[in-house]
T-cell receptor
Framework: QKEVEQNSGPLSVPEGAIASLNCTYS??????FFWYRQYSGKSPELIMS????GDKEDGRFTAQLNKASQYVSLLIRDSQPSDSATYLC????????????FGRGTSLIVHP | ETGVTQTPRHLVMGMTNKKSLKCEQH?????MYWYKQSAKKPLELMFV???????ENNSVPSRFSPECPNSSHLFLHLHTLQPEDSALYLC???????????????FGEGSRLTVL
């Protein structure tokens, strides 16, 4: 089993819709979870971090964490074409590590 | 200068060349990372330095040699590379252990390496 798994996509949604991106992880002791956005030809940029079960909202973005199911997701409301990018899920190793393991990333396409 | 700066942005080298990638962070962080990003693959962790001490070496071939002279600078020395080493090399920094951080990474723009 891969440490951090994501569906590679592409996930295609119409403008204005909700995009839902999912990620599962294998290390049950992981405590820190991150979503990065990477535009084509650019480097990853941190957009959300979440550390406790439940939802965390920041503008149009909501991160959801369920440690029992080892599942973290990212919802993007009112999707815009500018949201088209690859979204990387990252999970820190257990034991208070500050070294993340990345998933393969999900490609999101928002079409007008 | 702000953030994380990488030079050069693009590098083409032959298999017998020796070159170096440079990374500089202006965020006051105490941890620095090298990642490799190849097409269709997840980001691969290569090295991590915390407080100038190497804390992770992820089974990287010896033709890659990191150097961290201080907490703001990180180098990746390259020698006798193979064509399969062609990739985007990303430097990142974070406030790691001892700094109260949780590992949120801030990336440089990357160095695109092509090995002929």
């Amino acid at each position: 089993q891969k440490e951090v798994e994501q569906n590679s996509g592409p996930l295609s949604v119409p403008e204005g819709a909700i995009a839902s991106l999912n990620c599962t992880y294998s290390d049950r002791g992981s405590q820190s979870f991150f979503w990065y956005r990477q535009y084509s030809g650019k480097s990853p940029e941190l957009i959300m971090s979440i550390y406790s079960n439940g939802d965390k909202e920041d503008g149009r973005f909501t991160a959801q964490l369920n440690k029992a199911s080892q599942y973290v997701s990212l919802l993007i409301r009112d999707s815009q074409p500018s949201d088209s990018a690859t979204y990387l899920c990252a999970v820190n190793k257990s034991g208070g590590s500050y070294i993340p393991t990345f998933g393969r990333g999900t490609s999101l396409i928002v079409h007008p | 200068e702000t953030g994380v700066t990488q030079t050069p942005r693009h590098l083409v080298m032959g298999m017998t060349n020796k070159k170096s990638l440079k990374c500089e962070q202006h965020l006051g962080h105490n941890a620095m990372y090298w990642y490799k990003q190849s097409a269709k693959k997840p980001l691969e962790l290569m090295f991590v330095y915390s407080l100038e001490e190497r804390v992770e070496n992820n089974s990287v071939p010896s033709r890659f040699s990191p150097e961290c002279p201080n907490s703001s600078h990180l180098f990746l020395h390259l020698h006798t590379l193979q064509p399969e080493d062609s990739a985007l090399y990303l430097c990142a920094s974070s406030q790691g252990r001892g700094g109260g951080g949780t590992g949120e990474l801030f990336f440089g723009e990357g160095s695109r390496l092509t090995v002929l």
